[in-house]
């Protein structure tokens, strides 16, 4: 859901950063939501292959983001996410 709806095609109204979208996800979804998505990215990066790591989320895009404008490689911006969520 968080790359798909919050940095998808309409991600302009969740923020202009990483950070920015990221509050509106907190937001939006409340501490059940940002505990649900750190449990998700830990086990994303627990695949210790970046090949595999980007087939698995490019299928989980749906073509609706990809982190590389943002100077971003999928591993970077999934730690990104998860340094930026709240404790």
């Given at each position: 859901?968080?790359?798909?709806?919050?940095?998808?095609?309409?991600?302009?109204?969740?923020?202009?950063?990483?950070?920015?979208v990221i509050?509106?996800?907190?937001?939006?979804?409340?501490?059940?939501?940002?505990?649900c998505l750190?449990?998700?990215?830990?086990?994303?990066?627990?695949?210790?292959?970046?090949?595999?790591?980007?087939?698995?989320?490019?299928?989980?895009?749906?073509?609706?983001?990809?982190?590389?404008?943002?100077?971003?490689?999928?591993?970077?911006?999934?730690?990104?996410?998860?340094?930026?969520?709240?404790?």
């Amino acid at each position: 859901m968080l790359v798909q709806i919050f940095f998808g095609q309409d991600r302009d109204e969740f923020g202009e950063t990483i950070e920015e979208v990221i509050e509106s996800y907190c937001f939006y979804n409340g501490d059940d939501g940002v505990c649900c998505l750190k449990n998700e990215i830990t086990e994303m990066l627990k695949t210790e292959d970046d090949t595999e790591l980007e087939v698995r989320m490019v299928l989980l895009a749906e073509n609706q983001f990809n982190p590389e404008p943002w100077g971003e490689t999928w591993r970077s911006f999934l730690q990104r996410v998860l340094r930026t969520l709240p404790v």
